[in-house]
């Protein structure tokens, strides 16, 4: 099987109603950092790293590799979305020998409840299934996360199981593409 993300470079922006999903680029760093140091990020996925480490480990061009895509509101980097293979030895898979795509996102405090998440992951869902379709995608959130609750539930994630990782309850869903329409007879 192919591995799903070298499929998924962005290879040229794509446009959204409000966005612009693109790959990373130096002038992004910046914001890369304001992300992974947010404590307001950081209760969602761990904790927050402190910024002058951030700094000094962060490379010129964060996030460029295949399946990162830049999310872009007016011209700013406002977040980002990832899709990766879910690691083999995580709990939480829907085939027997694993390799699933997992969709990951962050987004900059300022840019929740705008809608900007759904309309960014739903655009790289669809991107994914012109270039992978019938593979499912997977999403692991913490499940005290309510608002990636209620966005898994808007982008049609459905709950697989629960488990403990990371020292919190986990909720794990996936996303099947939707079923191919029938063929059409000739009139």
């Known amino acids: 099987m192919t591995e799903p993300r070298t499929l998924l470079l962005p290879s040229g922006p794509t446009a959204t109603e409000r ?31 402190p910024r002058d480490e951030l700094e000094r480990a962060m490379p010129e061009v964060p996030g460029r590799r295949p399946g990162c895509f830049v999310a ?41 409840g705008h809608g900007y998440a759904f309309e960014a992951c739903a655009a790289v869902l669809d991107r994914f299934a012109g270039v992978r379709p019938g593979e499912p ?24 199981e629960r488990f403990e990782e990371y020292g919190a ?12 329409a029938p063929p059409t007879a000739p009139a």
């Open 72 to 112: 872009e509101l007016d011209g700013r980097m406002i977040g980002l979305v990832t899709l990766d293979p879910r690691d083999a030895g995580r709990r939480g898979h829907v085939r027997p020998e694993a390799g699933e795509t997992e969709l990951g996102y962050l987004f900059l405090p300022g840019a929740w």
């Open 169 to 180: 309850e986990q909720w794990f869903g996936v996303r099947f593409p939707p079923a191919p």
């Open 137 to 160: 995608v997977v999403l692991s959130t913490r499940s005290a996360n309510v608002r990636a609750m209620r966005l898994a539930a808007k982008l049609g994630f459905t709950e697989v």
């Open 19 to 49: 966005l612009v999903l693109r790959a990373s680029e130096a002038r992004d760093r910046p914001v890369f950092v304001e992300l992974f140091a947010s404590p307001e990020v950081g209760t969602h996925i761990g904790g927050a790293r």
